[in-house]
């Protein structure tokens, strides 16, 4: 059996891992993973790990990720770091609109739009993150939630842009909880994106764009949910944190892939 696209396993790691540590831990991800090429492997270590981590993962054929990033390009906007910055250390991926960073920082839909036509203009791939919470779901307000969200974070992106974008369905309360959406449940609203994608940038661009799921998965429930036709792939955070655990889910994806 074989996948649409390639999948992309990411990891998030959080505020988790110093410099060192980050090294370590991209070593033992690098030894487990970094080999083979059928698979997307993207690790996404705290600012100050970046370089440490960068420098392990351009050895292999891992990736590098950052978890958030500035919408201007530079000036005077104290402790942010800008997209030129993260692709000077051979950054590919920056995770944007996170649920922690829209709950704890403010973080709008049209912030997230901001970001990504930034990431975008500087070929950093945006992993945009969409998601309802537990009462949206409880009210019935899923196809909303996750519309707004995805058409806010897209403003202004063109159709030869979209190939490059990722979208990750997170719902708020699977996430970091242990409680999983089911494959159905995900693949429900997987299948809801690649619509609205195909609404702004036609089927056959929408047919390209990878859509994560994150939330609690781990090894255990891998084979499942990545087996459901519009789940591309996952964004990981505890068990990114354990490299057996995250290489487990690499493994998923490669028997999938093939
Ligand atoms: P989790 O986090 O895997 O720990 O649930 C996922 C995420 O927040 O990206």
């Not at 083979?36 to 600012?47: D, G, I, M, R």
């Not at 899923?142 to 969200?149: A, D, G, R, Y």
């Amino acid at each position: 059996m074989s996948h649409a696209r390639k999948y992309l396993i990411a990891g998030n790691w959080k505020m988790n891992l110093n410099s060192a540590e980050g090294a370590e831990l991209a070593q033992d991800v690098a030894s487990l993973v970094g080999q083979q090429t059928e698979v997307s492997v993207c690790l996404s270590p705290t600012y100050t790990a970046l370089e440490s981590v960068s420098k392990v993962v351009n050895k292999s054929n891992l990736l590098l990720g950052a978890q958030n990033m500035h919408q201007e390009a530079a000036g005077a906007y104290t402790g942010e770091i800008s997209a030129e910055m993260l692709r000077h250390l051979f950054a590919s991926f920056v995770i944007l609109g996170h649920s922690e960073r829209r709950e704890y920082c403010g973080e709008t839909d049209t912030i997230v739009n901001e970001k990504t036509l930034a990431a975008l203009a500087a070929n950093l791939k945006p992993i945009v993150c969409v998601g309802e919470t537990l009462e949206e779901r409880e009210a019935g307000r899923i196809s909303e939630v996750i519309k707004t969200q995805v058409q806010g974070a897209l403003v202004g992106v063109t159709t030869a842009q979209a190939e490059n974008l990722v979208i990750a369905y997170e719902p708020v309360w699977a996430i970091g909880t242990g409680k999983t959406a089911t494959p159905e449940m995900a693949e429900a609203v997987h299948a809801e994106i690649r619509s609205l994608l195909s609404g702004l940038f036609g089927a056959e661009a929408a047919d390209k764009i990878r859509i994560l799921y994150g939330g609690s998965m781990k090894p255990e429930n891998a084979d499942d949910l990545l087996a459901q036709p519009n789940i591309d792939g996952g964004l990981i955070g505890g068990a990114a944190l354990k490299a057996n655990a995250f290489a487990g889910i690499v493994e998923s994806a490669l028997k999938l892939s093939k």
